[in-house]
């Protein structure tokens, strides 16, 4: 439902359905506070490996972007 926060975008019943679609359960919000938990003890346990894990994974998501844009910019000049 785009527009759904602009004013005027709707009926406020619709408006209400929107919001009440981004409530975060409480299982939710336990399992995001237990994996946040984890990862920093993790990080802070062991911070060379998690900095060598952490370049890591950006480095490969920097070259997956970058691949697609090239990939990208190639069709469009053939």
């Not at 490969?60 to 990208?72: D, E, N, P, R």
Request: net charge positive; aromatic share 12%; proline share 4%.
């Amino acid at each position: 439902m785009p527009g759904a926060c602009r004013p005027g975008s709707g009926s406020v019943r619709e408006r209400w359905k929107a919001v009440e679609a981004m409530n975060m359960s409480f299982y939710d919000l336990v399992k995001a506070t237990v994996i946040c938990g984890g990862l920093a003890f993790l990080v802070y346990s062991f911070p060379a490996l998690s900095q060598a894990v952490i370049i890591g994974v950006l480095t490969l998501m920097w070259f997956s972007c970058a691949h697609q844009v090239i990939w990208t910019a190639r069709r469009r000049s053939l």
